[in-house]
């Protein structure tokens, strides 16, 4: 990756991670921590791999994205925003009563979400319909989802690993966002899914392990996913909970909770000064 394209999707991020604390600031409710871990990822998601159009949401031949982690979805809306969804002015409306932006992805009011998740373990068993309705219909779209490193313990999750890999989905890609922590406390601790990377390989998947917060990683994991032939691919993402704002940062305690006003300029001062390092 050259670096312009790197400091632009940097940047980009930022921007992501600023919308991300404007939503649950003004929502006074809400999931940072694991939205701000997997902000690089959607970023690239959104502005370097997937085949999407703004202006054509529901475009046949897109490629698909679905967010099995559905709490973290104000990282998801900020990047949808920053993309031309939708107004960017919409996520102070986050959570509120009489918005369309609702605490978890709902695909019949927002733009650009394709798939209603949140319960977790269903948004990767959605995606694997997706991919294999790809390939039934001789589509060339790709299907990627995101899952939460504590969401592996839910036993929905393997039964779809068990049927991607059965169906040779590979148009299916999905990241697994592992920062380490869930609501009440280090995943190892609260029920230990490790290790992941081979219990995947051993249900049939295609492996790559990065760091989920190095953009010239995450670009050579997808450029290497789609060379995958005959079966899905899972990308073990190493992060870092509440990534880019200091206080937050490997921190339990920011699973669900939201800023107070100082909290909120103090994180907006620093990605601020970190898109001005740029």
Known sequence: MDSVTRCALQKTAANVRLGILEEVFNASSGHPGGSLSIADIITYLYFAEMNVRPDEPDWDDRDRFVLSKGHTCPALYAALAEKGFFPKEDLKTFRHIDSYLQGHPDKKHIPGIDMSSGSLGQGISAACGMALAGKLQNKSYRVYTALGDGESQEGQVW???????????????????????QIDGAVTEVMNPTPLDDKFRAFGWHVIVIDGHDFDQIEAAYNE???????????????????????????????????????????VAELNAYIASL
């Open 225 to 267: 996913a789609k060379t995958v032939k005959g079966q899905p691919t899972l990308i073990l993402a190493k992060t870092v909970k509440g990534k880019g704002v200091s206080y937050m940062e490997n921190k339990a305690g920011w699973h669900g909770k939201a800023p107070n006003a100082d909290e909120y300029a103090q994180g």
């Open 159 to 181: 039964e779809a690993a068990m049927f991607a890999a059965h169906y040779k989905l590979d148009n299916l890609c999905a990241v697994l966002d592992f920062n380490g922590l």
